[in-house]
């Protein structure tokens, strides 16, 4: 039982650099979301995936660029990492973007130096 | 856009003891979650409640949709060491169907 996997679970970048944060689910959901956590703020939505072939921006977009590959892929892509692109990132599905209930991955934590 | 406000935004108990924590909207929700998460992990969802003045249970944990639809409360009783964790309560609301997330309460329960 899979559910939500994300990768890789820890990444260290210099300013400047790019990379691709990957998360695959399971459970033929629609819809696909990635959330940045940063302490004292709690869960902010970056960007989401009401369906596949559809991404809009969520409440903190900047900085970030999202793929929906198909249905089960959803990615997240830092073009130049800067050091406020620092801390945990979750990948999340629901069954669609009115189904009330996410279910999240593990998290990937990202330190950018 | 939509705020959630969720308090306490702390709290220290001790094993035994029941705990209450409560979201505030400054709007209407039609959906309210709870969800907890444990340290190095992703947040796992404990509640879902669907309908203004909804009670639902789930194990030692409780949760209610007020009835003005602008806020939510959880009750867990009897704690234990394992109940150690940020909650997180989430709503949805109107044509916003978006879920918005309160910053979480980070409980710690000494045995």
């Known amino acids: 039982n899979a559910g939500v996997t994300q990768t890789p679970k820890f990444q260290v970048l210099k300013t400047g650099q790019s990379m691709t944060l990957q998360c695959a689910q399971d459970m033929n959901h629609n819809s696909m979301y990635w959330y940045r956590q940063d302490p004292g703020m709690g869960l902010r939505l970056i960007y989401y995936s009401a369906s596949e072939g559809t991404t809009d921006k969520g409440e903190v977009p900047n900085g970030y660029n999202v793929s929906r590959l198909n249905k089960r892929e959803f990615s997240l892509r830092l073009e130049s990492a800067a050091p406020s692109q620092t801390s945990v990132y979750f990948c999340a599905s629901s069954r669609d973007s009115q189904g009330g209930e996410l279910f999240f991955g593990e998290g990937s934590r990202l330190t950018v130096l | 856009g939509q705020q959630l406000n969720q308090s306490p935004q702390s709290m220290f108990i001790q094993e035994g003891e029941d705990v209450s924590m409560n979201c505030t909207s400054s709007?209407?929700?039609?959906?309210w979650l709870w969800y907890k998460q444990d340290p190095g992990e992703g947040p796992v969802l404990l509640i879902a409640l669907y309908k203004a003045g909804e009670l639902t249970s789930n194990g030692r944990l409780t949760a209610q949709f007020g009835i003005t639809r602008k806020d939510s409360f959880l009750n867990i009783s009897a704690s234990i060491p394992s109940d150690v964790g940020i909650y997180f309560c989430a709503g949805r609301g109107g044509s916003n169907y978006k879920l918005t997330f309160g910053k979480g309460t980070l409980l710690t329960v000494n045995p």
């Open positions: 709007s209407i929700f039609n959906t």
